[in-house]
């Protein structure tokens, strides 16, 4: 199933079934703000109902959601305080011009689920990021780490009896949702290869937090 088929099919549940609890999501955001420059013009890759906005706007952004979801785009819509939004799919060309962003942001292992397994894809997005990117602008990514999904090969993942997680090869694993059948697959690369995936444009750290990295990239001028 398609990135987008399956967050159209699990949109109307998302924010119920799927995102962090509050406490988890703010802990997630103040890291994630942490290396955003001041007041920046941020692009929210799969920016889904758009659950990190408010935080964003707080802190005094700008940003801008893209997603391949219309579903999601819908409901996030719908937000008291609403943004610019982008039907598109960002490992394709980003649909914007040269240094337009500041800062981009890719929350809850949106970076999971390319269109191939190969590095070929996160090649492509790093080379488009790095075009609409100012000089000095910073790739802000939560990626799912390798020990979350060594410990799905030993056992799996059951997540409220609605979700379930298999591993299904050296690097790749399948969520499904038990409710409605729908069934995405992730790419989780070992930790130091992100390093290296978004290409030579970007310096990269990503520092773990259990069952996830924080990966920044920050863009040479």
Known sequence: MSARAFFDAIASRYDRAYAPEARDSR???RRVLAELPPKSRVLDLGVGTGRELSALLD????????????????RCARRARPVPLVLADFWDA??????????AIALHGTLAHPPNADASAHARLG??????LAP??????EVPSRA???????????????RAVRRTGDDTCVFEDLVNGASIVACIPPDARWSS?????????????????????????
């Open 27 to 29: 802990a997630r955001m």
């Open 59 to 74: 802190a005094g952004h700008a940003p801008t959601g893209l997603d391949a979801s219309p579903e999601m785009l819908a």
């Open 94 to 103: 980003l649909p914007f011009g040269d240094a337009t962003f500041d800062a």
């Open 127 to 132: 080379a488009e990021l790095a075009r609409v």
């Open 136 to 141: 000095n602008g910073v790739f802000v990514a």
């Open 148 to 162: 979350w999904l060594e410990r799905v090969a030993s056992g799996g993942e059951v997540y409220d009896g609605d």
């Open 197 to 221: 995936l978004l290409g030579p444009r970007f310096a990269v750290t990503a520092t773990s937090f259990g069952d996830e990295l924080l990966v920044v990239a920050r863009r040479a001028r």
